[in-house]
């Protein structure tokens, strides 16, 4: 029996943190949502954490900004109406919102090789919906912008339905809120595109959320040493639970990371996962895999004029350099089976979570990011 949300058709009014400038403090303001149009969900948020990406936007450094807007993108919650053609979703399904999607009809979607939709692929620049090419929020009959496809810092949101995921009502929503980015990001990065056969070496470079999250991938797939590379000496310590074996701190060394790896490892280690963003980290992670058969798995996203050189005699001897986006995780295909991962307990989620706080004091949030301090904070959207 599908649930009815007396809302349904409706206008809601509902909180929401508003983000009116770059770098100022969100503002919780009450907004009017309205309901979805075609092959678009209305959801209630339940639980948001904050990703980086979020901090990155808000703070808009080096991209367009658009403003004001509801940032926002790694949650979950339920249904609460859907728009004309969802036929696959209904009110009072559990689901996971994604900042990317999975349309099912592009060559993309259609590939087993690729999860980047030629439709629904992540836009930071658009801020409107793309039905319409207008924005389900207002506050006194002005817009307030979208971010990408998302915006889950309000209580309702609007999404298209090829940026749903449906899962498990099971699951508890307060934990596996986390696996709609960062967590699925780095875990998918080992297990789908890295691949470490059971026994082998890995290197992962950044031991952030999701740095970790490739680590916990490693674990899984049975490495049997995974090193951490961070210029953060205090993550070592964190690290240990999420299967990290041995620490490298490039900055107590006189030589390029990717030599000190070489020597730890008879060669070069089986793989490598960069997590920071950072061109001399990628180089790093490149150049110290294994010769003949060494995979690097680049997943930190870099500034937009940067660019690395390595030598091509790297490629020659057979290293391969890979590159991700998501994990290889396809949203609505393949999110609950890594929701399932976490209800059979090989996946441990738990220890992501650092820090809790109610919906108002979203700003402390951004405080934990900016210092650094834990891993994910999770807000409580009715609190």
Same mark, same amino acid.
């Given at each position: ?88 979703? $209904? ?42 090419? $207008? ?104 690290? $240990? ?80 350099? $890979? ?61």
């Amino acid at each position: 029996m599908s649930t009815y949300f007396s809302t349904q058709g409706q206008v809601i009014r509902c909180k929401a943190a508003v983000a009116w400038g770059p770098g100022k403090p969100l503002v919780i303001e009450e907004v009017e949502v309205a309901p979805p149009q075609a092959m678009e969900v209305r959801l209630k948020i339940l639980f948001t954490s904050l990703c980086h990406t979020d901090v990155y936007f808000w703070e808009a450094k080096g991209q367009t900004p658009v403003f004001p807007r509801i940032f926002g993108h790694e949650a979950a919650g339920i249904v609460e109406s859907v728009g004309e053609g969802v036929t696959e979703l $209904k009110p009072g399904d559990h689901v996971l919102p994604v900042f990317t999607g999975e349309c099912k009809e592009c060559r993309h979607c259609k590939s087993e090789e690729s999860n980047m939709c030629d439709l629904l692929r992540i836009n930071t620049n658009r801020g409107v919906m793309l039905n319409d090419g $207008k924005s389900r929020f207002s506050i006194n009959g002005k817009p307030i912008y979208h971010f990408v496809g998302t915006s889950t810092f309000s209580e309702y949101t609007v999404v298209h339905v090829g940026c749903v995921a449906k899962i498990d009502p099971e699951a508890p929503l307060d934990k596996v809120c986390v696996l709609s980015c960062g967590i699925s990001t780095g875990l998918g990065a080992t297990l789908n595109v890295a691949k470490p056969p059971k026994g082998s070496t890995v290197a992962i470079f950044g031991l952030g959320a999701v740095g970790l999250a490739a680590a916990e991938g490693a674990r899984m797939a049975g490495a049997s040493r995974i090193i951490g590379v961070d210029l953060n000496s205090n993550r070592f310590e964190e690290a $240990k639970k999420f299967g990290v074996t041995e620490f490298v701190n490039p900055k107590d060394y006189n030589k390029p990371v990717q030599e000190v790896l070489a020597e730890m490892t008879d060669g070069g280690v089986d793989r490598s996962v960069e997590c920071t963003g950072s061109i001399n980290a990628m180089i790093s992670a490149f150049e110290c895999v294994h010769d003949g058969w060494g995979v690097a798995v680049l997943v930190g996203v870099p500034n937009k004029d940067d660019a690395f050189k390595t030598h091509p005699i790297n490629v020659l001897n057979e290293k391969t350099l $890979k590159g991700t986006f998501f994990g290889n995780y396809k949203p609505r295909t393949d999110l609950p089976s890594v929701v399932e991962k976490y209800m059979n307990k090989e996946l441990e989620l738990e220890k992501f979570i650092t820090h809790e706080l109610p919906f108002s004091e979203i700003n402390k949030a951004f405080e934990y990011m900016l210092k650094g301090e834990g891993l994910r904070c999770i807000i409580h959207m009715g609190a």
